[in-house]
């Protein structure tokens, strides 16, 4: 029995299709991939470069054909087995509606609907809790800065809820004219200080301590 194997020679500046018979399949696949030097007539061997595809318009590589270990009938199961994957027409889907879910006697979903929990859980209305902070106004502090060497560091003006945004913020008079603001956000004076020295950030971005005043 004759077959044809399809080959595809790519070059930088050409690409060329050979149609190659093969009348004994079994010897075809107990070639190696040395072998097909005498095939493609490229040579050495180190500049040819195969790879597998399942078909002429799939452009996904299956295999790189790199081992002269492996017989060319080990890639041909391999393209077979890929093949059988990504094909899924002939796989039968199965669809449950949501009116079907909702009368099956499923124990997990009678339990998630008993004890409002997951997507039957009713949605929370309670504010997020604050985690306990201490950071006392008038303390020496330092910001936590994203520029590394940089230790921006001030004095604790102001911590507590605002107009701007929800949760706690501390209100920042840095030593230097590192800051955004005078104390003053949106209209609403929570602090007093000069433009550009004050700053609104998280308690997390706040260290207490004993950081003096940088000297010139």
């Known amino acids: 029995m004759t077959s044809i ?7 930088p500046d050409t690409r060329s299709e050979l149609d190659r018979p093969q009348r004994d399949d079994r010897a075809a696949q107990g070639l190696t991939v040395a072998k097909l030097e005498l095939i493609t007539g490229i040579r050495p061997i180190q500049n040819q470069k195969i790879l597998l595809h399942n078909g002429d318009d799939d452009s996904q590589v299956v295999a790189q054909l790199d081992d002269d270990a492996k017989p060319l009938g080990y890639y041909a199961m391999l393209a077979s087995f890929t093949r059988q994957l990504s094909d899924v027409s002939q796989v039968e889907k199965f669809e449950l509606s949501d009116e079907t879910d909702a009368q099956r006697t499923d124990p997990v979903l009678a339990y998630k609907q008993r004890h409002k929990v997951g997507r039957f859980a009713p949605p929370s209305t309670e504010p997020t809790a604050e ?61 007093t200080c000069h433009p550009n020295y004050g700053v609104f950030v998280r308690p997390a971005r706040v260290t207490v301590g004993d950081f003096p005043i940088h000297s010139c």
Do not use: H
């Not at 910001?143 to 920042?172: I, Y």
């Open 5 to 11: 194997v399809k080959l595809f020679v790519v070059s």
């Open 131 to 191: 985690p306990a902070v201490n950071i006392p106004i008038g303390s020496r502090c330092e910001v936590e800065s994203t520029e590394p060497g940089l230790n921006k560091r001030g004095a604790v003006r102001f911590f507590g809820q605002t107009e701007f945004a929800a949760g706690l913020w501390a209100g920042v008079e840095y030593d230097e004219p590192m800051g955004k603001n005078d104390g003053s956000l949106k209209g609403v004076q929570y602090f």
